[in-house]
């Protein structure tokens, strides 16, 4: 199985990295635009760490066009507005949905979408909503969701700190409901759901909780 990772050289990329590369059947190839550091070579030598540019056909299709599955991990947390996250999250990807649409017979997409947004962000989980129309028109059943929360790890300190206190919050019985809407996830689980899925198994992270 040929699994292409869109910004695997990033910090969800590479926990799903760290978990598919335990499996010799799973081929993965890290698409970013700055590659792969030296470091993740070392460290995953078995997989293509490829510099891309998602306006430049020629540095992506020839990968895309043999992959099982292709794995949307591009895009930014923290935008100014709409037309921003549209350049930086939609834009560059509409490029290889359409390339899978008309170019590809067999090929999947799973799409890293979101279960909701904080408050002041509506603009994020717009650019999401959009993506995910997009994919449900252009690839049917060849398109996949996932509806994670915070994915937190202690390489990143502030966000396993917050992640820390809302699964505490948690805890208490008024809050659960607003914590399980915001549905932190630790990144080693959120790797081993998109293996899962990968091989045909079934993950919680495919239903949207409702807030």
Not at 11 to 31: C, F, N, T
Not at 197 to 206: A, K, N, P, T
Request: aromatic share 10%; glycine share 6%.
């Amino acid at each position: 199985m040929k699994v292409v990772l869109l910004g695997g050289s990033g910090y969800v990329g590479k926990g799903i990295i760290q978990e598919l590369s335990l499996y010799e059947e799973i081929e993965l190839v890290s698409m970013s635009r700055h590659g792969g550091t030296n470091e993740d070579k070392e460290k995953w030598p078995k997989v293509s760490w490829n510099r891309i540019d998602l306006d430049k056909p020629e540095t992506w299709q020839k990968e895309v066009a043999t992959a099982d599955w292709v794995i949307d991990l591009i895009g930014v947390l923290l935008a100014k507005n709409y037309n921003e996250y549209y350049k930086k999250t939609i834009k560059p990807v509409m490029n290889v949905i359409k390339f899978i649409e008309k170019k590809t017979e067999n090929t999947k997409f799973l799409f890293v979408s979101a279960n909701s947004a904080p408050l002041g962000m509506g603009a994020y989980m717009k650019a999401k909503l959009v993506l995910e129309d997009e994919l449900s028109k252009r690839l049917g059943t060849r398109a996949l969701f996932v509806y994670p929360g915070l994915i937190y790890h202690k390489e990143r300190p502030t966000v396993y700190a917050v992640a820390t206190v809302l699964n505490s919050l948690a805890k208490i019985k008024p809050l659960k409901k607003l914590v399980e809407s915001l549905r932190p996830v630790a990144r080693a689980r959120f790797a081993v759901e998109i293996r899962k899925l990968l091989l045909g198994q079934d993950s919680y992270l495919i239903h949207r909780v409702k807030e």
